[in-house]
Nanobody, 127 residues
Framework: QLQLVESGGGLVQPGGSLRLSCAAS????????IGWFRQAPGKEREGVSC????????NYADSVKGRFTVSRDNAKNTVYLQMNSLKPEDTAVYYC????????????????????WGQGTQVTVSS
């Protein structure tokens, strides 16, 4: 069964940090661009960041540039999202997903370009 599992979410104070992990089972992430997305209550799912299969190319939403860093360890079949200087507006359920196309990087942050969604991990930024 092809599955992505996110972990690392939690409650953090404004200005704090969290590192999310996205682990794959049933398939290898090596050939896929991996995207991170988030969805806050009452809002549409939005793209946060993505990383190419090699890890050499990344893209970020303007709202997180300079604060979030995406990385991957293909040997561990895992992708990470380091989130620093967190703000209350970062509160959301965070998801990872694998690109529909393999071995092809578009820097897309559009959810329609991804499949194999995980179940999400809650991130709450509050004092």
């Amino acid at each position: 069964q092809l599955q992505l599992v996110e972990s690392g979410g939690g409650l953090v104070q404004p200005g704090g940090s969290l590192r999310l992990s996205c682990a794959a089972s049933g398939f290898t992430l090596d050939y896929y661009t991996i995207g991170w997305f988030r969805q806050a209550p009452g809002k549409e799912r939005e793209g946060v960041s993505c990383i190419s299969s090699s890890g050499r190319s990344t893209n970020y939403a303007d709202s997180v540039k300079g604060r979030f860093t995406v990385s991957r360890d293909n040997a561990k079949n895992t992708v990470y999202l380091q989130m620093n200087s967190l703000k209350p507006e970062d509160t959301a359920v965070y998801y990872c997903a694998a690109s529909i196309r393999v071995n092809y990087y578009t820097a897309s942050l559009a959810p329609r370009d991804y499949k194999y969604w995980g179940q999400g991990t809650q991130v709450t930024v509050s004092s």
